[in-house]
């Protein structure tokens, strides 16, 4: 449900969720405003971050109930029990993580070749930086520039999808670029999609290897068993 809000602490959340729940990854990444590869990431233990997990229920933001619908039904979307209390800051550019501030550059740079449409005050907005580091990477002028590769700000955690599809929306109807950029995004979801489908089988592909694996240690140790078992009868 793309109008209600987020949990408090959505990492968190989602982190409590995939260690708890059973619920899809879809649901856990559309109920805590992240994109699905950060969900998937997380559950695969490959996130550059690991967040301790925050228990919605007790937070009132989901119920017990609410997630068994979502369990019952992998289509179903959970609704926010409980919006958590908004905070505004007033001042100050957005606070980003000191694990999270050396992809910075990385996350300008796929916007400014990604959506050039949008302004260097709503990059610094949206990322929390300033507009010389933004001309430095366009001009490419920046004292790391040899090393600056452009990545999804998304997929790095520098912000939302729903925070960027905000932004872009609003930076291509100002541009009057509204159909180009809606196609633009029809590839993007395309890509991702695909990349998706290949995490899953990788994972699908990871866990029989594993189960196989297992079940080979299993008989090899069975068989040391009966062999030692005939040994000592022998003797």
Known sequence: MADQPTPLMPHATATWLIDNTGLAFEQIAEFCGLHILEVQAMADDLAGSKYTGRDPVH????????????????????????????VKRTKGPRYTPVSKRQDKPDGIAWILRSHPEISDAQIGKLIGTTRNTIGAIRDRTHWNIQNIQAKDPVTLG?????????????????????????????????????????????????????????????????????????????A
């Open 59 to 86: 937070s009132g933001e989901l119920t017990h109930e609410e997630i068994e619908k979502g369990e019952k039904d992998s289509s179903y979307s959970l609704v926010m029990q409980k919006a958590p209390v908004e």
């Open 158 to 234: 520098l912000c939302s999808q729903r925070e960027l599809d905000a932004v872009v929306a609003k930076a291509a109807k100002k541009a009057g670029l509204e159909g180009d950029v809606a196609a633009v995004a029809a590839g993007d979801t395309n890509d991702r999609d695909k990349l998706i489908e290949e995490l899953r089988a990788e994972r699908t592909a990871n866990e029989k290897a594993a189960a196989e694996a297992a079940q080979e240690a299993e008989a090899a140790e069975w068989l040391a068993n009966k062999r030692a078992e005939e040994g000592t009868e022998e």
